[in-house]
């Protein structure tokens, strides 16, 4: 492996936000995660030997050790939401076979049915209250992070498409679709009414400068539910998303997994998405999607999940050189995993994307 981060990538939040909104040529390359495992984390920390100095018996010492982290990689950010806001599911836990274990092993949700499949479930189910999550990093943050880093407000929010499916289970959802419209209209109305307000909460702290949705709807060869009905159950949620987000002056970021071609006009003409990520070789790479959308929204990420799994670090390495050359003309582009740095990706081949990044001009 080539030395790695030879090259500085110091911090400047200012710069990945003008990014973000496309405005002016970057000046290096800016780098974005929707988040990095916990097993990934660990296994940096343990290489780079980042936690010497670091307390473990520090109150703050997560939020001291993501921003170690977070710099030491390279990223201007660090990303925060409401904590204590757990919704209840119908998981199933297998073991986990990646190398980097997980203890606890990999939880799925029961496709076939979940905690909320008639209106008498819907009346028991213990929803969240917004208003009684702590905000204890984000406190934390406001008076802590540097002044080259800021808070993309993510996580625990603008899931409107998944908890329909997870809160139902996705055979249930397809059913009900036809069934009980009814009650998928009243779970679509509480998941907005509880996101306006966990939405508000996090837009009060001054160190959020961007807004992050996550929210799959798609699988392959297209949505996971129809383009219609997105735009009946989902899509006004994301929209109210990004009307609080640009009335507060931030972008607003959406990660969504899947062929989303039918919707990506609604995307960018009605719910006014600032950025897109998410990608996936087999359905449309981020290079594709550069031409295509690259004038009118950021494109996000893009590095194939299989593909990193897979290759050798040469191949990442030019994998990388090929998605900067064609991706960051005219800004709009940061550098990432198609979707998240998962605990089976190989540490060193994310390492090298990285690298990859700063030897960038």
């Given at each position: 492996m080539k030395s790695l981060f030879e090259k500085a990538a110091a911090p400047?939040?200012?710069?990945?936000?003008?990014?973000?909104?496309?405005e002016g040529r970057a000046g290096r390359v800016h780098n974005i995660e929707l988040f990095l495992d916990a097993e990934?984390?660990?296994a940096v920390c343990s290489r780079f030997d980042l936690l010497a100095d670091l307390d473990r018996n520090d109150a703050f010492y997560e939020q001291k050790r993501a921003v170690i982290i977070q710099r030491f990689l390279g990223y201007d950010y660090v990303r925060c939401g409401l904590e204590n806001f757990e919704m209840q599911l119908n998981n199933i836990s297998i073991a986990d076979t990646a190398d980097l274990q997980r203890a606890g092993g990999r939880k799925y949700i029961n496709e076939h049915t979940g905690l909320i499949t008639n209106w008498d479930e819907f009346e028991r189910y213990p929803w969240p209250d917004p208003d009684k999550a702590s905000t204890n990093s984000l406190e934390w943050c406001e008076q802590n992070l540097p002044d080259d880093m800021c808070v993309i407000a993510s996580g625990g929010f603008a899931h409107f498409a998944e908890y329909l499916n997870w809160l139902m289970g996705y055979e249930t959802l397809c059913y009900s679709l036809y069934d009980q419209r009814d009650l998928v209209t009243a779970i679509s109305q509480r998941l907005i009414e509880m996101y306006l307000k966990t939405l508000r909460r996090l837009l009060e702290f001054k160190r959020v400068k961007v807004v992050w949705g996550s929210d799959d709807m798609g699988f392959?060869?297209?949505?996971?539910i129809s383009p219609q009905d997105l735009?009946?159950?989902?899509l006004p949620g994301h929209k109210l998303m990004a009307e609080m987000a640009h009335?507060?002056?931030?972008?607003?970021?959406?990660?969504s997994?899947?062929?989303?071609?039918?919707?990506?006009?609604?995307?960018?003409?009605?719910?006014?998405?600032d950025g897109r990520h998410s990608f996936e070789d087999t359905i449309e790479t981020v290079v594709e999607a550069k031409r295509l959308y690259g004038d009118r929204i950021s494109l996000l990420g893009g590095i194939d999940m299989d593909f990193i799994c897979r290759a050798s670090e040469e191949q990442v390495r030019q994998r990388v050189r090929y998605t900067l050359k064609e991706c960051m003309p005219g800004s709009g582009y940061c550098l990432g995993?198609?979707?998240?740095?998962?605990?089976?990706?190989?540490?060193?081949?994310?390492?090298?994307m990285l690298d990859e990044g700063r030897r960038y001009s």
């Open positions: 400047d939040w200012e710069a990945f936000v003008k990014v973000l909104r496309r990934i984390q660990e392959r060869s297209g949505t996971l735009r009946e159950f989902v009335a507060a002056g931030h972008p607003y970021l959406l990660h997994c899947g062929k989303l071609t039918a919707i990506m006009p609604d995307l960018m003409d009605d719910v006014r998405i995993t198609g979707n998240t740095v998962a605990n089976y990706i190989p540490l060193d081949n994310y390492l090298a």
